[in-house]
């Protein structure tokens, strides 16, 4: 697994996460979920078919069931980032994803990119193993 400690930015303070919008802490989410899910990938697997296995799961679908699955072991500050993001507007919505799913899986990557940001590695690597 990636040690996603000190790869590109330093641990933001909570008061700069909670400033930043819903759809940034998602930006970032994104980057640092598909890169996780293509560490482990190549780790377990070589090379071959890995776009097709990474793609698999870094998908509004697959981000959506995660969610789903994590959501009750979320602490309440975590909650509040889901609810945010769920909540913000967007103008994009993925192509073969609904409105409800597309949402799940912005609120997903945006927990991602506010524990990335925090600086909270270990629970980031437990959030990421769902």
């Known amino acids: 697994m990636t040690n ?7 641990p933001c303070s909570e008061q700069e996460i909670i400033e ?33 296995k ?20 979320l602490k309440p500050c975590e909650q509040d980032i889901v609810r945010r993001a769920r909540n913000a507007k967007t103008h994009n919505i993925a192509k073969n994803s609904d409105i409800e799913t597309y949402k799940k899986a ?3 990557e945006a927990l991602v990119g506010y ?11 437990e959030i990421l193993k769902y």
């Not at 793609?55 to 072991?73: E, P, T, V, W, Y």
């Open 20 to 52: 930043m919008s819903p759809l940034a802490l998602a930006f970032i989410g994104d980057g640092v979920h598909t890169m996780h899910v293509r560490d482990s990938v190549i780790k377990n697997g070589g090379v071959v078919g890995f776009h097709k």
């Open 115 to 125: 524990l990335y940001l925090k600086g909270d590695y270990d629970r980031l690597n």
């Open 106 to 108: 912005t609120s997903f």
């Open 4 to 10: 996603l400690q000190n790869i590109f930015a330093s």
């Open 54 to 73: 990474s793609a698999g799961q870094c998908n509004a679908k697959a981000q959506a069931q995660k969610l789903d699955r994590l959501i009750s072991s």
